[in-house]
């Protein structure tokens, strides 16, 4: 998928896409070699009209797929224009559903993937809230499903971290909030496409995992910290400080929980021992400038997999909600919770049912920004509440 989001701002056409991204690609890795400050990139696809028509009037939705219904209702004909208004970027971030999997072609620098717009790849959200509102409200479902199902595949299957976790915020907050949202509004009994049953199976162990990308962030850190003089050979100071080999394995410590053999462990998030502060590590008595460079980018390697067991029981909530619009209706709603398939449950932790009756939800390990993350039941499943005296 690189290569198609590379340019998806741009009207380039098909034809010229190749020719377009090995011009940037080359441009990008002279300079990355090159290493002349500050580093100036002017993309070739700078040439092609810009397809981003925004309207600071009436936001996009985002990433915000529980509220984008509300948003669209409340002043459907300004954002019906809006999606018009973006219709051909739309169009060419839904044909991304033809992929399966991203594999960066950047250099190791991070100028290169500052350039790479994953932002835009929510659109579809406010396209599909727009479409329900007015009316086709099954085709609109259909398509939520459908891009669900992308982003899905798309980010288990990518080496590259921004991808990968923008892909799980998109997948669940985005149109899996969404989704919920509709489903909400549906009447009992309303059958579900069938891009809708392919979209909520019951997650694999490979999805709760960012062993992929993180395999592709540690191989892009050994690039960067190989380009450091230091790193390729000794001067008559750095040896004092600096053991490369020991700096390797401290990358690799810090980035390795991701990548752990049990990718559903039922006793929290795994800590590496990296996290500690380097002046409490005694092997850096004798690497100090190795453990600060690893320090740098370190903690921010330490939720990914709070993250990633979160993203997987998230899939499993959006699925028992699936799961229960097809129920018979018998037994309390904790009931039926109960006897749902085991590929739905957690080994760790249950769904819960909000205090007013009207939500299920999951608990978060990573807590930021929320510490459970609920989806609004429809009215069929929502019991009476007994009100507190």
């Excluded at 590259?160 to 149109?175: C, P």
């Excluded at 997650?203 to 962030?217: I, K, L, N, T």
């Excluded at 450091?228 to 990358?251: K, T």
């Excluded at 009931?335 to 909000?354: H, M, N, Q, Y």
Aim: aromatic share 6%; net charge negative.
């Amino acid at each position: 998928m690189f290569d198609a989001l590379w340019v998806l701002r741009r009207d380039v056409p098909d034809a010229e896409v190749a020719a377009v991204v090995d011009a940037d690609m080359q441009a990008l890795t002279t300079a990355w070699r090159e290493r002349s400050p500050p580093l100036s990139f002017k993309s070739a696809r700078a040439r092609y009209r810009d397809l981003l028509v925004d309207n600071a009037a009436t936001p996009h939705c985002g990433n915000a797929g529980s509220d984008c219904l509300e948003k669209v209702g409340a002043s459907l004909d300004a954002y019906a224009a809006l999606v018009q208004s973006n219709r051909h970027l739309i169009e060419r971030v839904q044909a991304l559903r033809s992929y399966d999997h991203y594999l960066s072609r950047l250099p190791p620098d991070s100028t290169g993937l500052l350039s790479v717009p994953v932002g835009l790849l929510s659109w579809p959200v406010t396209a599909h809230a727009v479409q329900f509102a007015k009316g086709d409200r099954i085709g609109a479902i259909d398509a939520t499903c459908r891009d669900l199902a992308t982003w899905r595949r798309i980010g288990h299957n990518s080496d590259e971290l921004i991808v990968r976790t923008y892909g799980m915020a998109l997948t669940t907050n985005g149109y899996g909030a969404l989704l919920a949202s509709m489903l909400a509004d549906m009447p009992a009994g309303t059958a579900l496409p069938g891009s809708c049953h392919a979209a909520l199976v019951a997650p694999v162990a490979a999805e709760w995992s960012s062993c992929p990308a993180m395999r592709g962030a540690f191989a892009t850190s050994m690039d960067v910290v190989q380009q450091i003089p230091e790193m390729r050979e000794h001067n008559a100071w750095s040896w004092l400080v600096l053991d490369r080999d020991a700096s390797r394995a401290l990358f690799a410590e810090q980035m390795s929980v991701p990548c752990a053999a049990q990718p559903l462990p039922d006793t929290g998030p795994q800590v590496s021992s990296a996290s500690r502060p380097i002046w409490r590590r005694f092997e850096c008595i004798a690497n100090f400038g190795g453990c600060v460079i690893a320090n740098v980018g370190g903690p921010t390697y330490q939720p990914l997999a709070a993250r990633g067991h979160d993203y997987g029981a998230r899939l499993q909530l959006l699925g028992t909600l699936a799961w229960l619009r097809e129920q018979p209706d018998d037994g309390s709603l904790a009931e039926r919770l109960a006897r749902r398939p085991e590929g739905l449950r957690s080994a760790d932790r249950d769904i819960t049912i909000g205090a007013d009756g009207r939500t299920i939800g999951i608990a978060q390990r990573y807590t930021s920004p929320v510490d459970t993350w609920s989806l609004p039941l429809p009215a069929y499943l929502v019991e009476a509440v007994a009100s507190a005296d």
